[in-house]
Structure formats: C-alpha cells, structure tokens
C-alpha cells in the first residue's frame, strides 16, 4: 500500500511540474526545429489590427520576406529577448528581409509599453486572442521566431528565445 501512496505521489508531483512549467512559459528551450505542420507551409494574406490602432499588413502580403517575432509583455524570455533583438536590428542591416512583430495574449498598453521601452520599431500585430499566434502559426508558447519567404512560406521557426546570432543566421538564409 505504501508503494501505491508513493507512486501516486510521484504521478501527481510531476504533473504539477508540468503545469508549472507551461504556465509559466517553460517552453523556452532554444532549438531550431520545428513543428513539421508549420514549417514548408505558405501561410494566407495576413492584415491585422497593430498596438496603434493602424492596419497592418504582413510583409510577404507585398513578397517581402519577414522575420515574425512573437512576444508578450507578460513572458518572462521576452523581456531579456527583445532587447537584444532590438539592439540588432538598429545596428545591422536585414537586406531585403522585413520584420513584423506580434503581440500575443497581451493587454494593449502593456504591449504598447513594451514597444516603448524596448524601442521596437518594426510593426506589431495586437493578437490578444492568439488567432494569428496559435491559429495561423500553430504556436503554444513564447518567445518564437518565424522566418517567413517572400511568397508566404514558412522557412524556419526558433520555438524558445533566440540570440542575434541565430536570428542573423535565418536572416541569411532568408536572403540568400
């Protein structure tokens, strides 16, 4: 009997450690593989409502490639990660790959103020309700990465926080 209690306990314990672990974004391990439903698939048209009340309209709408950065003001990776992609992208040039964020399962003006403070100056979907996040990129968690061709095809996805070295190398790859 005391075995079953034990077993029962260990069951229950992890558990909990998984729930611990996805509420609080525990999905941030850094890999470059991801879900084979996503990547090679051409995604649709996009055009969302941005932070600022404008339409925006996803770069390869206009065949443009894109790097889409997925955040919320709420995700602990995100806020050491976007500095640092921020920093890149004033410092280095992406050649002919846009960047688009998206502001995911977030409140408006903790999103706005994360534009602020991490001096983001690429447009940003608002997707409060995850339709572009976990409806069109199949996303679970944060921080991800999509790097997206200019016809709307998915090349990669960094699930997890990316460096600017790895950032750089799929813009490479995008370019190339």
């Known amino acids: 009997?005391?075995?079953v209690s034990l077993g029962l306990g260990a069951a229950v314990a992890i558990a909990l450690i998984v729930v611990v672990s996805v509420l609080t974004g525990g999905n941030v391990s850094s890999t470059t593989t991801a879900p084979p439903a996503?990547?090679?698939?051409t995604l649709p048209s996009l055009t969302e409502g941005g932070l600022h009340g404008t339409t925006v309209s996803a770069p390869w709408n206009h065949h443009q490639a894109t790097a889409v950065i997925f955040f919320a003001s709420w995700c602990e990776p995100c806020k050491t990660e976007l500095p640092a992609l921020a920093h890149y992208l004033a410092t280095h040039s992406l050649g002919k790959v846009a960047v688009l964020g998206v502001d995911t399962q977030d409140q408006l003006s903790a999103g706005q103020a994360v534009v602020a403070r991490d001096h983001l100056?690429?447009?940003v979907f608002f997707d409060p309700a995850s339709t572009v996040a976990a409806g069109k990129f199949q996303l679970g968690a944060l921080p991800?990465?999509?790097f997206v061709t200019a016809t709307g095809k998915v090349q990669d996805?960094?699930?997890g926080p990316i460096s600017a070295t790895q950032f750089a190398a799929a813009v490479a790859a995008l370019n190339a």
């Open 1 to 3: 009997m005391m075995f």
């Open 144 to 146: 991800d990465t999509a």
């Open 38 to 41: 996503l990547v090679g698939t």
């Open 121 to 123: 100056t690429f447009p």
């Open 157 to 159: 996805l960094h699930i």
